[in-house]
């Protein structure tokens, strides 16, 4: 790790969660901030380390993984220029890094020391509000993500369902089953089947009117029924599901 010179508050604008912040708080957050270089794959932290401070790219990319305890690596985020990670940390009673953080090629950062500004925070209202708001919108970014990432995975059983069922030379079929039966049936929640329903109907893929479906995009249907549907893993076609009363 090569340290450089102090970051100036235009560096500090740089970040989304900074940018809110007045100038002589920036000025504040300066003189106890670092701003250092990382070569490729050097680290920066490892998982379970004291978190005493959080970070900010300016360059280059950060990989933040966690290890299984067999020491298989899973990958939890690439944090790229204009980000900070950790931050979510100093409100925490002695916490510690729950992930590992290396570079992904030469990178440039800017690292905050997180009691100082949680000290900050607490000589100003609004500018806690700000932060939290800043917070939300980053949670509400990975809660999307994951959402999308849950959605991915089940659509691929839904979409071949309604292929595998759909009469030879037509367009449309009836399910008249319960959405909870047929959701087991594929191995999702009935809330995330319907979540899958609404997303193919939202990207006219498919049309519902109650048990009546009917495909309006049957190659982009087949494309989703193909994702992770490999020869070696394809799963045997369901069979057709007796129709249930509610």
Do not use: W
């Amino acid at each position: 790790m090569n340290q450089g010179a102090r970051p100036t508050p235009d560096d500090l604008r740089r970040g989304p969660l900074l940018r809110p912040l007045d100038r002589e708080q920036l000025e504040r957050i300066a003189r106890h901030a670092l701003r250092f270089l990382l070569r490729d794959d050097e680290a920066l932290f490892q998982q379970g380390d004291k978190a005493e401070r959080f970070y900010l790219v300016l360059k280059g990319q950060i990989k933040l993984y966690r290890l299984s305890p067999d020491g298989n690596e899973k990958v939890i985020e690439i944090v790229t220029p204009g980000n900070t990670f950790g931050e979510a940390l100093m409100f925490l009673n002695r916490p510690h890094y729950p992930v590992g953080a290396t570079a992904i090629g030469h990178a440039e950062l800017i690292s905050i020391d997180a009691a100082d500004f949680v000290s900050m925070l607490r000589e100003s209202v609004d500018t806690c509000f700000l932060i939290m708001g800043a917070l939300s919108q980053r949670l509400r970014g990975l809660v999307s993500e994951i959402d999308n990432l849950t959605l991915h995975t089940a659509s691929s059983p839904v979409a071949r369902y309604l292929l595998e069922h759909l009469p030879e030379d037509r367009r449309a079929l009836d399910l008249d089953v319960r959405k909870s039966v047929l959701a087991s049936r594929l191995s999702v929640k009935p809330e995330t089947f319907s979540r899958v329903i609404k997303h193919l109907s939202q990207e006219e893929i498919i049309e519902v009117y109650g048990s009546h479906f009917t495909i309006i995009d049957r190659g982009a249907l087949e494309e989703i029924a193909e994702l992770d549907n490999t020869p070696e893993l394809r799963p045997a076609p369901c069979a057709p599901i007796a129709a249930m009363s509610s």
